[in-house]
C-alpha cells in the first residue's frame, strides 16, 4: 500500500508587496491600496522506501523565485471583463467605468486573472508552481495567499 505524506511549506519568507484593486462590479471597485502578501503551499506525496517523499529546499526555492517575481508591482487583472488595459507610451492606460488611470509599465504586472484577488493569485502562483514541478512525483497540491492574518485563498490541484 502507498504511503502518503503531506508536506507544509510556510516560511516567512515566502511573500510580496504589492498594489492592487479589486473590481466587485462594472461600475464599484476599491481604491488603489497595497499588501503585504504572504504565500504558502502544502504538498502531499508518496513517500519513497529511504522515508523521504520530497525536497523541501525544491520547493522552497521554486516558491520564493514565484513571489519575487511579483512583488513590489502594481498588479492589474488583465483578465476582467469590466477594465480595458492599452499600451500608452510607457505606461498603461486602464479604462474602468469611464474613467482612466496610467500606471508605468515598469512598475506593473499584468496578469492573467479576472480579478486582482487572493483567490486569483493563489490559482495564478498554484499554476506557476505546477509548471515547475511538472515531472514531480506530487498527488495534490493546495497554495494558499494570504493579504493579512486570517484572511486568504487557496487554490488547489490533485493528479487525475
Excluded at 96 to 109: C, H, I, R, V, W
Aim: net charge negative; hydrophobic share 35%.
Amino acid at each position: 500500500m502507498e504511503r502518503l505524506t503531506t508536506l507544509y511549506i510556510d516560511k516567512e519568507g515566502h511573500k510580496f508587496s504589492a498594489a492592487h484593486y479589486t473590481i466587485f462590479s462594472a461600475t464599484e471597485r476599491e481604491r488603489l491600496h497595497g499588501h503585504n502578501y504572504s504565500v504558502s503551499v502544502q504538498i502531499v506525496a508518496p513517500v519513497g522506501n529511504n522515508g523521504f517523499s520530497a525536497d523541501y529546499n525544491l520547493y522552497k526555492t521554486r516558491l520564493a523565485t514565484l513571489c519575487e517575481a511579483l512583488d513590489e508591482y502594481m498588479l492589474l487583472a488583465g483578465d476582467s471583463p469590466y477594465q480595458q488595459i492599452e499600451e500608452a507610451g510607457a505606461c498603461y492606460r486602464v479604462t474602468y467605468a469611464g474613467q482612466e488611470m496610467l500606471f508605468l509599465q515598469s512598475d506593473t504586472l499584468v496578469l492573467p486573472v479576472r480579478n486582482a484577488t487572493v483567490e486569483e493569485f493563489s490559482h495564478y502562483l498554484l499554476q506557476g508552481l505546477l509548471a515547475e514541478s511538472a515531472g514531480d512525483d506530487l498527488r495534490e497540491i493546495e497554495l494558499c495567499v494570504a493579504s493579512g492574518p486570517g484572511q486568504k485563498g487557496c487554490a488547489s490541484w490533485r493528479k487525475p
